[in-house]
């Protein structure tokens, strides 16, 4: 299985913050089109949120919401959550997801 791990922290910014590119550098936009867009080749997808200052809500749900979209119906297989810091990150994400999914 190819994997492809992604580190917020080192691999983007520990300041995620701005909701488009246009608004400020680090935005969800800019994570999920070049990050997590990019791995049409990979089986899993490996995130790891530790290490960021903070994370709003909007990063959140913009980010994973359109990967969700993306990969509707293998999403949670193809995606690993890790937070050792704040694993209520996890389930933030997952409530996020369901709660937009209607």
């Known amino acids: 299985m190819k ?5 917020v922290a080192t691999d983007f910014t520990e300041f995620p913050w701005a909701r488009y590119r ?4 680090h935005s969800w936009q800019e994570f999920f089109e070049d990050y997590l867009d990019k791995t049409d080749d990979y089986q899993k997808i490996i995130v790891n949120l530790d290490w960021t200052y903070w994370y709003p809500s909007s990063f959140l749900s913009e980010a994973f919401w359109n990967f969700y979209k993306k990969y509707w119906d293998e999403w949670w297989n193809k995606l690993e959550l890790h937070s050792d810091e704040d694993p209520s990150l996890i389930d933030f994400i997952k409530h996020l ?3 937009d999914e209607k």
């Open 3 to 7: 994997e492809k791990t992604i580190n």
């Open 22 to 25: 246009t608004d400020w550098d």
């Open 97 to 99: 997801i369901k709660k």
